[in-house]
């Protein structure tokens, strides 16, 4: 996934309008994808991040860089701290995401947020097939499309589908970054045995046309935004 979310941020920070000297909030922050996109736009940023081994992660990779391990639920910031608060596909891994947008809109004035949608991210439309062959339910995740983003962030948001690719040299190294274990498709296969591995292997190289060399994967994720009056 990590592939996927570097190349997402550039777009991300377009769509959110982060510009050199604004005071951005990255909320989710992970190991720093956006972070970084943010910090080489310059300005003031900060990193809300929940996991103590990812907040670690951000505080080397970001000397100096204002990071609190915290979730989106409960920003320890003041009111309007921001001019921009985002949170790159993470909304779908909050304990309650309304709160969290809240929380992102008392702290900055614009607020935006994506999710990748179901079906037009290559990836997981790709890995549902293969549960779904292997009789293994659909990965059940919420805000993965249109109506529940826009649901979530409220009314008078803008919208927008963001598209990006990701380049494989093969198939095996399309393999190798998701039996990695990274993300919920990468949790999946690492608990699988071998036997169920092998089968999931076959299955999804199946499922993505059986390529016999490099191939590029597009990802699509809906953005929301909402700028205070
Ligand atoms: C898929 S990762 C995305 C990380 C990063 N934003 C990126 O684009 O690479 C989801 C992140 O959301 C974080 N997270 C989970 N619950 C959260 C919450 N309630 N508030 C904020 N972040 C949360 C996870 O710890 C994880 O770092």
Redesign the pocket.
Known sequence: ??RF??R??PV?ADFAGVEPGMRSL??????????AELVRRGGEVAA????AE?AAALRSRFPGLDVRQ????ELPWADDSFDVAL????V??????AA?VREMQRVAGTVAVCMWDRERMEMLAAIDRTRAALGVSRWDSPYRSRVEIEQLIGDGAELELLEVDADYVDFEDFWSALAGGV??AGIWVVALDDEQRATARAELFRQLGEPDGPFTLTGRAWAAKTTRA
Not at 87 to 90: F, G, R, S, W, Y
Not at 92 to 97: E, H, I, K, N
């Open positions: 996934m990590g979310s570097t997402l941020a991300f990255d909320v989710g922050a992970g190991t720093g994808a956006l972070t809300a991040e929940p996991s990812f915290t979730g989106a639920e949170a790159q596909l993470v779908a891994f909050m304990s309650d995401a969290g993300g919920p």
